[in-house]
């Protein structure tokens, strides 16, 4: 695949990705100073582009930008006119913090060795900073490698050339994946659609469904939602920091978590087909548990988001299923991202190598309120879904194996009555939805599939399903005993 040429600096290249990310929502003060870079013409067509989203889904016209403007922004080697046809976010007036400025994400990454070094005991690690990637302990020089070729993978810029497209929802995976560091979440959002017919869910794949590409390298392929859907959705970006340390907990373990635990909680094992190994396994990964391997999300998301056809994905998505629109869009052979003839792998491998070795995030010290906290939490049922700690059993890379993973969640899926989404996927019905593993939670600022919630008291307080008894008894407790669990929810 051909790297994009970077005639903009890292932090102008930042800043181009976030605003036609999240023009909606990044109306910061720093947000406009980064643009005066590049003139207040891109600005100005980006933004207006933006606040059409706040018109009806159906009726939003694209936003047709021209060729030169946009050669620009994106920085890369053929001009990609990118077209914003889909929704994007109301402005949230009281979204608290903005998300912090993401300049500077695609600054190089530390060198392996030096980020490796251990913490002497009983320190308490800090979170990384925004913008560097740290790889979890124990790593050899061939996974540390690995991790930083990995790197490079995710936070590439693709080009129409490379095989982006032609319909994709962003240029780069960093470009969603980046709330505190290179691979966290954010929050961008996808949107899915559907449609219920006599009670049978029809994801419309005919129609180019179930997932919205919102961008396309020319106006003539944007897609719509269209018209017949009527399951429309949309889910954040989740975070991938630990992923290797969840992908090594066997399914055995998370199959001893599905047993009724009182207070009508039970949760439900996810058995998805794995696209790589085309064997069942237990999923884990996304809102959905609707991936069990970190590759097969990784080339999952080569495609649909990216528009980069692969080896599990070889078959390009067409503009709302026209396939003669795709015939004249699609001018990259397939698959775009072939493995390599040596080291036989592709961008989909080599960006799953630095999610599997990329370390999750270190809980911030303990206070005294923090561990009443963290008592109460278990007390009232909390843990029941949002199991502490598993482990993970043996495994190929030793810094893997057999390790505690304090991710806070059990990895099943559980009927949330009204927070469910209404989009059945993989194993998961329309109102069941993962428990959302915890770990990290500090620097995410929206919380809850669709972003909802934007304070952690009212992510817990749309808990409702088989979390509501749990959810009354928070809601019952002193403000005091509130305020720690809140407290130690904060140290995550
Ligand atoms: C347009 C924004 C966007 C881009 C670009 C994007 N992602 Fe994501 N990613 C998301 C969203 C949204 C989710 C949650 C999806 C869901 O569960 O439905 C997600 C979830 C994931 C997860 C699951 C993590 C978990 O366990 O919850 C992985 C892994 C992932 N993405 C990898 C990638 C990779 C690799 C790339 C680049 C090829 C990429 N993503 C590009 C938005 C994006
Ligand atoms: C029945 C299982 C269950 C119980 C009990 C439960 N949760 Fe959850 N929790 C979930 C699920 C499932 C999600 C993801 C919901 C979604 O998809 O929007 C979630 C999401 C969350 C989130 C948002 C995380 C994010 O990434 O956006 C927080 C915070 C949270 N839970 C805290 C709590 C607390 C505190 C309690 C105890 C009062 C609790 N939960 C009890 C299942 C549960």
């Known amino acids: 695949m051909e790297r994009g040429v970077p005639f903009l600096d890292a932090a102008a290249r930042g800043a181009c990705t976030e605003s036609l990310n999240e023009g909606a929502f990044a109306k910061t003060p720093a947000f406009y100073t980064s643009f005066t870079k590049l003139g ?31 050669a620009a922004t994106l920085g890369v080697a053929m001009s990609i006119p990118v077209v914003v046809g889909a929704p994007l976010p109301p402005p949230r007036p009281n979204a608290g913090t903005p998300p912090p400025p993401t300049a500077g994400i695609l600054n190089p990454p530390p060198p392996p060795t030096g980020a490796n070094v251990p913490l002497p005991p009983g320190a308490t690690p800090p979170p990384p900073p925004p913008g560097r990637a740290i790889p979890i302990v124990g790593l050899d020089a061939a996974k540390s490698r690995d991790f930083t070729d990995g790197l490079d993978e995710f936070t590439k810029v693709e080009t129409a050339a490379g095989g982006l497209g032609p319909i994709f929802n962003d240029v780069s995976c960093v470009a969603c994946h980046r709330a505190g560091g290179v691979g966290g979440g954010s929050r961008v959002f996808v949107t899915r659609f559907g449609k219920v017919v006599d009670g049978a869910f029809d994801p419309m794949v005919s129609e180019g469904g179930p997932l919205l590409q919102r961008r396309a390298i020319s106006p003539e392929f944007v897609e719509r939602v269209p018209l017949t859907a009527n399951v429309v959705i949309r889910r954040i970006t989740t975070p991938v920091f630990g992923l290797g340390l969840m992908e090594a907990i066997p399914d055995a373990v998370i199959r001893a978590g599905a047993v009724a635990k009182g207070d009508g909680i039970a949760g439900k094992v996810a058995v998805v087909t794995d696209p790589v190994s085309g064997k069942e396994g237990v999923g884990r990964f996304g809102w959905k548990a609707q991936h069990a ?6 080339a999952d998301a080569y495609l649909n988001e990216m528009g980069i ?4 994905f070889p078959t390009e998505n067409a503009p709302n299923g026209d396939a003669g629109l ?5 001018v990259v052979a397939d698959p775009e991202d072939p493995a390599n003839g040596v080291t036989e792998k592709g961008d989909v491998d080599r960006a799953g190598d630095f999610m599997r ?3 999750p995030i270190p809980r911030a010290k303990a206070t005294a309120r923090s561990a009443a906290g963290e008592r109460t939490f278990a007390a009232i049922g909390c843990v029941k879904c949002h199991t502490p700690a598993m482990s993970t059993g043996a495994h190929s890379v030793a810094a893997l194996a057999n390790k505690r993973v304090e991710l806070y ?8 009555g009204s927070l469910g989404d209404g989009m059945p996927q993989g194993a998961a019905g329309a109102r069941e939805m993962r428990t959302a593993p915890l770990w ?3 620097l995410r600022d929206m919380y809850l599939h669709d972003g909802r919630a934007i304070t952690v008291d009212a992510a817990v307080r749309a808990h409702d399903g088989e979390a509501r008894i749990v959810k009354d008894r928070y809601v019952a407790l002193k403000d005091a005993d509130r305020a720690a669990l809140l407290e130690f929810l ?3």
């Open 293 to 298: 391997s970190i590759l097969g999300f990784s």
């Open 490 to 492: 904060g140290t995550l």
């Open 309 to 312: 056809t692969n080896r599990y």
């Open 440 to 442: 990290g939670l500090r």
């Open 40 to 70: 207040a013409r891109i600005h100005t067509r980006l933004m207006r582009g933006a606040f059409d989203g706040e018109r009806k889904q159906n009726k939003t016209k694209p936003m047709k930008t021209p060729k030169t403007i946009l």
């Open 326 to 330: 795709l015939a004249r869009a699609d």
């Open 409 to 416: 969640s059990d990895l099943l899926l559980h009927d949330m």
């Open 357 to 359: 070795y990329l370390a």
